[in-house]
């Protein structure tokens, strides 16, 4: 029973790895994040910014999107996006379209009071103004 038990935790393990959207995604051409696992959920840290001024070491690498807890097949609910650009946290959701976008609704405290964000996969250092 016990062996079972391993084998399906594992199967389970496995699963929600592969359905982390992995890489490097383009918010809004706002800035740029990697994805990736986290404590069970998702999370992302900022790889590029459009502006400038906002690519100091302290921003660079900073986590804005975390708490994504899976909710269903590339589903994600329940985490938190911060904008560098008007330094403001959002609740947000989110679910993947297709292998290269992801659609995420971000809203201040009521979801009906918020937008959809498009996030599309990007490769790695593909934007001018990259961080380190």
């Not at 391993?6 to 051409?29: F, K, M, N, Q, Y």
């Not at 659609?103 to 380190?132: F, H, K, M």
Request: hydrophobic share 45%; charged share 15%.
């Amino acid at each position: 029973m016990r062996m079972f038990l391993a084998i399906a935790l594992c199967a389970v393990v496995s699963a929600a790895r592969a359905e982390t959207p992995d890489g490097i995604w383009l918010v809004e051409h706002k800035a740029a994040v990697r994805l990736f696992a986290c404590e069970n959920a998702l999370c992302g840290s900022v790889v590029w910014l459009r502006k400038p001024s906002l690519r100091t070491a302290g921003m660079c690498g900073r986590v804005i999107i975390w708490g994504l807890h899976p909710t269903g097949a590339g589903r994600w609910g329940n985490g938190w996006f911060h904008d560098p650009e008007n330094d403001t946290t959002y609740h947000v959701s989110a679910i993947q379209v297709s292998p290269d976008e992801i659609a995420a609704d971000v809203y201040p405290a009521i979801s009906w009071l918020g937008e959809t964000v498009d996030l599309l996969r990007i490769q790695p250092r593909s934007l001018n103004g990259w961080c380190g």
